[in-house]
């Protein structure tokens, strides 16, 4: 299993631009997640999804966008870049039930100049 | 979610036990204690978990208060890959349904494992 799996894992966008944040998982998860991170700070959730077709805001959902078509792959877009964008974006994936470990990709470095 | 609270910093020289405390005082009885850490600028890893016992894998000890407001995440014998910063977050037990199965990370303390 090559677990969670983000691409591109470096881009640098200019304000304004738009993107997508590919995410893929192939441990059958429901659940998956996207949390970005800030230098120095712990993560923050944007968005989850309990199942395909199933989205939801975390805490920072605002200037990003989610879908949700298949059980495999969680795609987060920007569609208008802003420097406040600028961060490591990680995505996760987790079975439903008590007691499960979330997996994490190796995240996404996004610098937005 | 209950909040956690835990050091900054931490240090610990190689070989010896690394003892991390997290501080859960408004934990409900449906809650457990996950433990994560971050290697520098990789995504979390997921070590260990408990809800009132006493837990330990291959990786980790993880020792619950009795009431349950406090626990201490114990690598036995740290070496330096294990610098990294470790994040103690309350999560309610998922449930068919439910919508508690976010993770919540605060800052975590970093632990420096010193040669």
């Known amino acids: 299993n090559a677990g969670v799996t983000q691409t591109p894992k470096f881009r640098i966008l200019k304000i304004g631009q738009s993107m997508t944040l590919q995410c893929t998982q192939d441990?059958?998860?429901?659940?998956m997640y996207w949390y970005r991170q800030d230098p120095g700070m712990g993560l923050k959730l944007i968005y989850y999804?309990?199942?395909?077709?199933?989205?939801d805001k975390g805490e920072v959902p605002n200037g990003y966008n989610v879908s949700r078509s298949t059980t495999e792959d969680f795609p987060l877009r920007l569609e208008l870049a802003a420097p406040s964008q600028t961060s490591v974006y990680f995505c996760?994936?987790?079975?439903?039930?008590?007691?499960?470990?979330?997996?994490f990709g190796q995240g996404t470095r996004l610098t937005v100049v | 979610d209950a909040k956690t609270t835990q050091p900054p910093s931490m240090d610990c020289a190689e070989g010896r036990a690394a003892n991390l405390p997290c501080n859960h005082s408004?934990?409900?009885?449906?809650?457990?204690v996950y433990w994560y850490r971050q290697i520098h600028s990789q995504g979390p890893q997921y070590i260990i978990h408990g809800l009132k016992n006493n837990e330990t894998n291959e990786m980790a000890s993880l020792i619950i208060t009795e009431d349950r407001k406090s626990s201490t995440l114990i690598l036995p014998h740290a070496t330096l890959r294990d610098t990294a910063v470790y994040y103690c977050?309350?999560?309610?037990?998922?449930?068919?349904?439910?919508?508690?199965?976010?993770?919540?990370f605060g800052k975590g303390t970093l632990l420096t494992v010193n040669p």
């Open positions: 996760a994936s987790s079975f439903p039930g008590g007691q499960t470990e979330a997996f």
């Open positions: 441990m059958n998860h429901n659940y």
């Open positions: 999804s309990v199942g395909a077709g199933i989205t």
């Open positions: 977050i309350v999560r309610p037990e998922l449930r068919s349904g439910g919508s508690n199965y976010k993770l919540t």
């Open positions: 408004t934990i409900s009885g449906n809650e457990y």
